[in-house]
């Protein structure tokens, strides 16, 4: 299906290029001219695939990680959002090129913040569990949107 796509595209891209060459430059359109027309169009055609796949594969983060053990938490101090970050017993993501082990949590609104970190603490002190919905990477921390807890 995306080969038939990818010809498609070619194919046409290869067309107005040919009829922008013969208005603008008035030269005269060989095949050879056509030829690389088309392998030009498939190399952007094939960078522009991989580089939609990487951003993906980058963006796509969201998911639960669950039965994560809390060794240390860090409240942020000099950022303008509440944020905290944490950090488990086991390297669960990749964010910043190497497997991490550091979270990161930002709130727009305090009381949430609040509440949040007191979840995480509570992991910590009383040996518990959390599972994240992951978010995001920045640099080696990984964001979580909801922290929940359990024993």
Do not use: W
């Not at 008035?26 to 392998?39: E, S």
């Not at 991490?100 to 995480?120: D, H, I, M, P």
Request: hydrophobic share 40%; aromatic share 6%; net charge positive.
């Amino acid at each position: 299906m995306m080969t038939l796509i990818n010809r498609q595209i070619t194919r046409t891209m290869s067309l107005r290029i040919q009829s922008s060459l013969q208005k603008t430059a008035g030269l005269p359109i060989t095949r050879d001219t056509i030829i690389t027309a088309r392998k030009t169009m498939r190399t952007l055609l094939i960078l522009t695939t991989l580089i939609a796949a990487a951003a993906a594969g980058t963006i796509a983060h969201a998911e639960t990680l669950r039965d994560l053990t809390v060794i240390a938490v860090y409240q942020l101090d000099d950022e303008s959002n509440a944020s905290f970050d944490f950090f488990t017993t086991e390297k669960k993501h990749t964010c910043g090129g190497k497997p991490s082990n550091r979270f990161r949590s930002y709130s727009r609104y305090e009381s949430v913040a609040e509440r949040k970190f007191q979840l995480v603490r509570d992991a910590f002190s009383q040996k518990g569990q959390l599972s994240v919905n992951t978010l995001s990477c920045e640099g080696d921390a990984m964001l979580v949107g909801h922290i929940g807890i359990r024993r």
